[in-house]
């Protein structure tokens, strides 16, 4: 089983729609989760860090299941703009992978 | 604040010649750094982390190396290319403690012909 796992998609949705990503990951030890936005050709960029409450930061919302190891993305009223590759990340403190650990995208298009 | 660089942001280099890349953080002490090989249309793929200086773990067996000769300078380097090489490179810090969020350097975009 792979450590972090999304849907790689593409998710191809229309401006103003909703959309949400899903993430799980394997070691129960994650201490830390976040997301990270992916433009084509560029560096990843921290969108948000995820806390065990589930917080909030404009359109956008993220949760976490530590009894499910799952975590989620929502988007709401999507903006050209989003169109990226959404990257789950898992901190596991002392790891074998130094602490990060980065499932391989989901990849949001958004259309007119 | 803090800042990392990374350079140079393209490379073409031919099948067999040397290769090398340089990461700098600024404004830190002591972060733990990373090199990420992001294939086309693929995901972040870990080369190498360091959490000292000299202190180097590899994550997977292939012709590339690391060092880091400064607490804040982190090297990426090949003897010989292979086309498989090719790929977007990417550098990265975090604090040297607890779990936070990893800062990415711009990338270098490497393309071996």
């Known amino acids: 089983r792979k450590e972090v796992e999304q849907d790689p998609g593409p998710f191809n949705v229309p401006e103003g729609a909703t959309v949400a990503f899903n993430c799980t990951y394997s070691?129960?030890?994650?201490?830390?989760f976040f997301w990270y936005r992916q433009d084509c050709r560029k560096e990843p960029k921290l969108l948000m860090s995820?806390?065990?409450s589930g917080n909030e930061d404009g359109r956008f919302t993220a949760q976490l299941n530590r009894a499910s190891q799952y975590i989620s993305l929502l988007i709401r009223d999507s903006k050209l703009s989003d169109s990226a590759t959404y990257l789950c990340v898992v901190s596991i403190y002392g790891g074998s992978q130094g602490n990060l650990i980065f499932g391989k995208g989901t990849k949001l298009s958004v259309k007119p | 604040s803090q800042t990392i660089h990374q350079w140079p942001a393209t490379l073409v280099q031919p099948v067999g010649s040397p290769l090398s890349l340089e990461c700098t953080v600024e404004g830190t002490s002591n972060p733990n750094l990373y090199w990420y090989r992001q294939a086309a249309g693929r995901g972040l793929q870990l080369l190498f982390y360091s959490v000292g200086i000299g202190q180097i773990s590899s994550e997977v067996p292939q012709n590339l190396s690391a060092s880091r000769p400064q607490d804040r300078q982190f090297i990426l380097s090949s003897k010989k290319l292979l086309l498989s090489d090719s790929g977007f490179y990417l550098c990265a810090w975090t604090p040297g403690t607890g779990n936070t969020e990893a800062f990415f350097g711009q990338g270098t975009r490497l393309t071996v012909v």
């Open positions: 070691n129960s030890a994650s201490q830390s």
């Open positions: 995820v806390y065990s």
